[in-house]
């Protein structure tokens, strides 16, 4: 019967996620034994995301555009990537010819960047995605295969960081799904909060408690409290996993940059008296939640970047400072304009689904004024074409 073949497959579909839940929980329980009932929600965070074929983003592809749990700028389209591939073109002219793609996602990207990028004459020798998700390198292979399938050839995966570099690197909606440590400011002083075991009715659910916080998190905090005005009661995060990514890359990359996507603000904006609750967010079937201790491996759990942390991390590790600005910005910049009038000349027909994207990608009240581009770089001396107006490295 041609109609149960779909319902044996959402059934062991479904199967599936249940026992996946059920092994990821028992590893999460498992870890708060052995931290004597308690554990930080940095690491809850990362197991919940990435503990291996258990995590969000370690065990299936699905959760990626409109059918899945979110839609990222390069799901709408809307000349994002012919946008960022003007930039990308500059970059590779003034380095070297090579390209890399830290999280992926569904490929969408890389396959749009190589079409754009051909088109000005400008592939990268090598595009290599860095992603550690084999369903999503599935996914990714089959995006571009479908899409450009001439130039597959010139992509391929790695396993792990290169030891040198030189060439452009691109992160995408990234730094916002690295762990986080989650803090408390209270009369009694600064607190780490962390994920314990309740015992609730006939079974044991994830519940919050805090702990003070260890010294160097401590004295962090207290920094920010100084620096922002911040008066008790007041919850936000404090990102470390995010600055040593980017200084990792400042010890890889020879002549090159780092291209970086995402939302959030300066630290003067993050820590906001008030934002006493913090930016921790959860997305499942494109509804937003606060609630990342339900259904852990279920759902997305993100908190906004400190783009003050990441210009602080990237200069003291040796890395200048190229640009920041909003996504709205940096797009202009970039000639999403002129991007936009040829290709209501050449494709009337597509014209309104574009505009739509186009409109969510560069609106201050959609995607335009959160979403930031930051550059970091070594060996780059011109001014990059994203950031000759309305430049904002003055704000961090």
Not at 128 to 138: P, T, V
Request: charged share 20%; hydrophobic share 45%.
């Amino acid at each position: 019967m041609p109609t149960d073949r779909p319902l044996r497959s959402l059934a062991n579909e479904q199967a599936s996620d249940a026992l996946r839940a059920q092994q990821l929980r028992a590893l999460i329980d498992a870890e708060i034994d052995a931290g004597g009932g308690w554990l930080s929600f940095c690491r809850y965070m990362e197991l919940a995301l990435y503990a291996p074929g258990l995590g969000y983003y370690a065990a299936d592809d699905r959760q990626f555009g409109a059918g899945g749990d979110f839609v990222t700028a390069p799901e709408l389209g809307g000349g994002f990537a012919a946008a960022l591939a003007v930039q990308v073109a500059q970059l590779q002219a003034l380095s070297a010819p090579q390209l890399i793609e830290a999280g992926a996602g569904s490929g969408r990207l890389a396959a749009d960047l190589l079409v754009e990028l051909e088109a000005l004459g400008a592939l990268p020798e090598r595009y290599a995605i860095l992603d550690l998700s084999g369903s999503l390198r599935q996914r990714q292979q089959a995006t571009i295969a479908a899409r450009v399938p001439h130039l597959l050839e010139r992509v391929l995966w790695l396993d792990r960081l290169p030891e040198r570099f030189d060439g452009v690197v691109i992160g995408n909606e990234v730094l916002d799904a690295m762990p986080v440590h989650l803090l408390a400011w209270r009369d009694a002083g600064v607190f780490e909060r962390g994920v314990v075991r309740e015992r609730a009715a006939d079974a044991w659910t994830l519940g919050w408690a805090e702990r003070p916080a260890a010294p160097p998190l401590r004295q962090r905090a207290l920094a920010i409290a100084a620096d922002s005005g911040l008066t008790p009661p007041y919850i936000s995060e404090i990102a470390l996993a995010a600055p040593a990514w980017l200084a990792t890359w400042a010890g890889i990359i020879g002549r090159g940059a780092l291209l970086l996507l995402d939302y959030g603000f300066p630290q003067h904006e993050y820590y906001h008296p008030q934002r006493a609750t913090g930016t921790l967010m959860c997305h499942r079937r494109h509804l937003a939640s606060d609630t990342p201790l339900l259904d852990p491996g279920s759902q997305d759990i993100t908190a906004h970047v400190d783009f003050s942390a990441l210009a602080e991390a990237g200069c003291g590790a040796g890395l200048s400072l190229l640009g920041y600005a909003t996504q709205a910005a940096f797009l202009f910049n970039c000639g999403l304009t002129e991007i936009l009038a040829r290709a209501q000349t050449s494709n009337p027909a597509g014209w309104p689904a574009l505009a739509s994207a186009a409109q969510k990608l560069l609106s201050p009240a959609e995607m335009g004024e959160l979403f930031k581009v930051i550059a970091f770089g070594r060996g780059i001396d011109a001014r990059l074409l994203g950031f000759v107006r309305n430049e904002r490295s003055a704000t961090l």
